[in-house]
C-alpha cells in the first residue's frame, strides 16, 4: 500500500507541475467564465447596433391603409425588430437607398387585390433574413382577421367557436416515466464524458514518456509492474476529479454570478440535482475512469516513443466515441429498450446510467446490474493489462502489434 501511494503521489506532482496542464486549465477557466456571459455580450452589442444603425428597423408602407392605421400594434410584439410605419409609397430606388445607408433593414409593401393582401418584402439579402419576414406575415394575418372580427361585430363567444383552443394533455404508457431536462443531462454526459476519456487518455502518455526517459527502469526495480499500473491510475485519477470539480465549481459561481436566475431556471431543472445523482456521478467517473485507463495503460506500455502514442491509442479511442455516442443517441427516446443496453454496456454505461438516474427511468436493480459488470470487466482487463505491462514496459523497440501483444499474454500465462 506504500508503494501505491509513493507511485500515485509522484503521478500527481508531476502532472500538477505540468505547463500544457496548468495552461489548459486556465484556457477552460477561461472559455467557461466567457460562455456564461455571452447573453450579457449580446445584449451590450444589440444595444449598441440599435443607437447606430437601422440594422433593426423594417419600414411597413401601406399605402391603401389596409390596417386602419393598426400596424403600430407590430411594435408590442415580440418579434426581434422595430417597424416604421408610413402610408407614402416609395419607389424601389429610395428603398434601397434607405437600406444601403443603414436607416432600415427592410422594408414590406402591403397592397390588397380583391380578396388577398400581397406583401413585397424587400432586402438587401433574403438569406440574411430568412425567418424574419415568416414572422411577420403571421402577426398580420393576427392582425387582418382582428380588423374583420372587429367589422363583423363577432362577440367573444362566436369567435372562439371559429377558433377554439386545443388543449393536449400527454399519456405516457411506459411504467418508468422520464422526466427531466435534456440540456442539463446533455451537458453531465459531455462533461463525464471529457473527464474519463482525457484524464484516461493521460495514463498512456504519463507511461510512454517515463519509457523514454528510462524512470521506468528505475521505478520497476523499486516495486512491481502491478503496482505501478495502478499507482499511476489511482493519481491521474486523483488529478482529472480535481479538475472535473474545480470546473464544476467555477461553471456554478459564473452562472449564478453572470446569469439571470430565470435563465438558469429554464435551462437546467435544478430540481432534478440530488445527492443521491451526485453519488451516481461520482461513482460511475470512477468506474468508467478505471476501465479506459487500464486499457490505455496497456496500450501505453506497447510503444516506446512518443509519437507512437496516438496510433496505439486509436482502438480505445473508437470504442470511447462509441460508447458516448450510443449514450447520447439513446438519449433522443429516454424510454427505449436501447437505453438499458448502453446503461449496462461498460463502454457506455459511465455516459448513460447517470442521465437514466435524473430522468428517473433506472430501477435499482438495473443500476446494481450496471454497476456488477463494469466492475467485472475491469477485473479482467485490469489482469490482463498488468501481465502485458509487466513484459511489455521494458521494451524499447518498435511499436508491438495485436499479435506480438497475444503473444506476450500467452506466454505470461504459461
Keep these: ?18 505547463k500544457s496542464f ?57 418579434l426581434g425588430k422595430t417597424f ?38 424587400i432586402a438587401d439579402s433574403i438569406s440574411q433574413d430568412a425567418t424574419g419576414p415568416n414572422e411577420v406575415l403571421e402577426a398580420l394575418a393576427k392582425l387582418y382577421t382582428n380588423l374583420k372580427v372587429q367589422e363583423l361585430g363577432l362577440t367573444n363567444e362566436q369567435l372562439q367557436t371559429i ?62 509492474p502491478r503496482t505501478i499500473v495502478l499507482g499511476k491510475t489511482i493519481g491521474i485519477g486523483i488529478v482529472g476529479l480535481l479538475q472535473v470539480i474545480s470546473i464544476i465549481v467555477v461553471s456554478v459561481i459564473s452562472c449564478n454570478v453572470f446569469m439571470d436566475s430565470e435563465i438558469i431556471s429554464n435551462i437546467v431543472d435544478l430540481s432534478k440535482i440530488t445527492p443521491g445523482l451526485a453519488i451516481i456521478t461520482l461513482l460511475y467517473f470512477i468506474l468508467g475512469y478505471a476501465l479506459y485507463s487500464l486499457l490505455y495503460a496497456l496500450t501505453g506500455s506497447t510503444v516506446s516513443k512518443p509519437e507512437d502514442i496516438n496510433s496505439a491509442n486509436g482502438p480505445v479511442a473508437i ?52 454497476i456488477g459488470v463494469m466492475i467485472l470487466c475491469i477485473i479482467i482487463i485490469a489482469k490482463i493489462s498488468i501481465k502485458i505491462y509487466s513484459s511489455a514496459i521494458l521494451n524499447y523497440g518498435t511499436k508491438m502489434s495485436i499479435k506480438d501483444i497475444f503473444k506476450i499474454y500467452k506466454d505470461k500465462n504459461n
Excluded at 477561461?30 to 433593426?56: R, T
Excluded at 487518455?201 to 512491481?224: D, P
Excluded at 448513460?352 to 443500476?367: I, K
Design 319 to 370: 470504442l470511447a466515441v462509441i460508447g458516448f455516442y450510443l449514450a447520447y443517441f439513446s438519449m433522443m427516446n429516454p424510454t427505449a429498450d436501447l437505453n438499458v443496453f448502453a446503461s449496462v454496456l461498460p463502454l457506455s454505461a459511465p455516459f448513460s446510467m447517470p442521465f437514466r438516474v435524473m430522468m428517473g427511468t433506472a430501477t435499482p436493480m438495473q443500476v446494481a446490474i450496471s
Design 163 to 224: 377558433n377554439p383552443t386545443f388543449n393536449i394533455n400527454l399519456t405516457q404508457t411506459n411504467d418508468n416515466p422520464a422526466s427531466g431536462n435534456v440540456f442539463a443531462i446533455m451537458l453531465l454526459s459531455i462533461v463525464l464524458f471529457y473527464a474519463i476519456y482525457f484524464c484516461a487518455y493521460q495514463v498512456s502518455s504519463s507511461i510512454t514518456t517515463e519509457k523514454t526517459s528510462k524512470i521506468m527502469e528505475t521505478l520497476v526495480t523499486s516495486t512491481s
Design 84 to 121: 416604421k410605419i408610413q402610408n407614402k409609397m416609395l419607389t424601389i430606388e429610395e428603398i434601397k437607398k434607405q437600406i444601403d445607408e443603414d436607416e432600415i433593414f427592410a422594408a414590406m409593401i402591403i397592397n390588397k387585390q380583391d380578396n388577398n393582401v400581397n406583401v413585397e418584402y
Design 22 to 78: 496548468i495552461i489548459s486549465n486556465l484556457v477552460i477557466f477561461l472559455i467557461i467564465i466567457v460562455g456564461f456571459n455571452v447573453p450579457n455580450i449580446i445584449d451590450s452589442v444589440k444595444g449598441e447596433d440599435e443607437e447606430v444603425s437601422g440594422d433593426s428597423i423594417i419600414l411597413m408602407i401601406d399605402e391603401s391603409n389596409i390596417f386602419k392605421g393598426e400596424l403600430d400594434i407590430l411594435n408590442q410584439m415580440e
Design 1 to 18: 500500500m506504500k508503494d501505491l501511494w509513493i507511485v500515485a503521489s509522484f503521478t500527481i506532482k508531476e502532472m500538477i507541475k505540468r
